[in-house]
């Protein structure tokens, strides 16, 4: 019989996906959930096959580097690869794998949800609720802002910026985006989307800033102060990406100082800490990095990982392979 590879899991994983895990691979399972030290990291790739990361282990040179001729692949849970260094990875004849496509809608979702919630003041007027201020109606209680007319600005438009289009074109918005490239015609037919080539120009003309590109090299702190400066004082801006995406410092000092209407944010550049300045803001609604948190979706990605696994045990190419360079 063929020896089944030695998968090492570093987080606590749904249980259905940690019994099929157990069942196709000989398995080991981090059993106490706490993040994976550098020391155990190191130790963990010296003696496994496939290792099964998350986005809470920093996959660097170093670890690379202390991996045994046994590691073959290093499969994701997550879409967000940042915390890998895949090139030093491929060098080595690593191969990685992701979760993309599963956790799109959940993460569209969530980003609709920070969107009305700041628009809204959703947590302002529920938080105040369940303190008894609710003193009664008036005219003028605790007015939001429109989100129906609004011009939505995208930043990275894959499968999850496209999920937010979707979204926001039922809600009655307009929808722009920044991209690399333009999206296919029949894409930006279907979502009556117009293309800003210049990210400072559409800064500079949206009401509503969605985040939703990689974090990369080429996109860390894409959101300079100098070019959150550049957005309207009426203007929401929203992160379900990463927060290494934004300065978080110079966010918060224009939240603070009112140049930029509101924030909702679910990453953060030192996840998980946060500038302290954020958590006392009004006009910021802030999130444990719940994109992906459904009991559907980390089944499915728990799944993905599973595939790939097992695809490449299989003497395949894993479908969700990320090459370097390839975000
Ligand atoms: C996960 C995410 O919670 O997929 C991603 O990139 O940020 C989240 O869905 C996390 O990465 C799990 O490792």
């Given at each position: 019989p063929v020896r089944k590879p030695k998968v090492i899991v570093t987080r606590k994983l749904p249980d259905a996906v940690e019994t099929r895990m157990r069942e196709l691979f000989d398995t080991e399972l981090?059993?106490?959930?706490?993040p994976m030290t550098k020391a155990a990291l190191i130790d963990a790739v010296g003696r496994c096959d496939v290792l099964a990361p998350t986005?809470?282990?920093?996959?660097?040179a170093e670890v690379i580097a202390a991996?045994?001729?046994?590691?073959?692949?290093?499969?994701?849970?997550?879409?967000?690869?940042?915390?890998?260094d895949v090139a030093a990875a491929a060098a080595k004849g690593i191969g990685v794998t992701n979760t993309p496509g599963v956790l799109t809608e959940d993460t569209a979702d969530l980003t609709m949800a920070l969107m009305m919630a700041v628009s809204r003041r959703i947590v302002e007027g529920a938080n105040l609720t369940q303190a008894g201020g609710f003193s009664g109606w008036t005219p003028t209680w605790m007015m939001g802002r429109r989100l129906t007319g609004k011009r939505l600005g995208i930043i990275g438009m894959g499968r999850i910026g496209q999920a937010v289009a979707r979204r926001a074109k039922a809600f009655g918005m307009s929808i722009h985006y920044h991209n690399r490239k333009p999206v296919s015609p029949r894409i930006a037919e279907e979502l009556e989307a117009t293309y800003w080539e210049s990210l400072d120009q559409m800064l500079a003309r949206m009401d509503i800033i969605s985040v939703n590109c990689p974090h990369t090299p080429a996109t860390y702190?894409?959101?300079s102060a100098r070019r959150l400066k550049?957005?309207?004082?009426?203007a929401i801006l929203v992160n379900?990406?990463?927060?290494?995406?934004?300065?978080e410092a110079a966010l918060a000092e224009l939240l603070a100082a009112n140049a930029i209407a509101g924030a909702g944010l679910?990453?953060?550049?030192?996840e998980p800490a946060i500038n302290p300045k954020l958590l006392k803001l009004p006009n910021a609604v802030l999130l444990p990095?719940?994109?992906?948190?459904?009991v559907e979706g980390r089944i499915d990605m728990g799944e993905k990982v599973i595939i790939n696994i097992k695809t490449w045990m299989d003497g395949h190419r894993p479908p969700d392979r990320v090459l370097p360079g390839m975000l």
């Open positions: 981090n059993l106490d959930d706490a986005i809470t282990d920093e996959i660097d991996a045994g001729e046994r590691l073959k692949l290093i499969a994701n849970f997550g879409a967000g690869v940042d915390h890998i702190h894409l959101l550049l957005m309207q004082p009426h379900t990406a990463r927060g290494e995406i934004i300065d679910d990453v953060f550049e030192f990095h719940l994109g992906s948190a459904t």
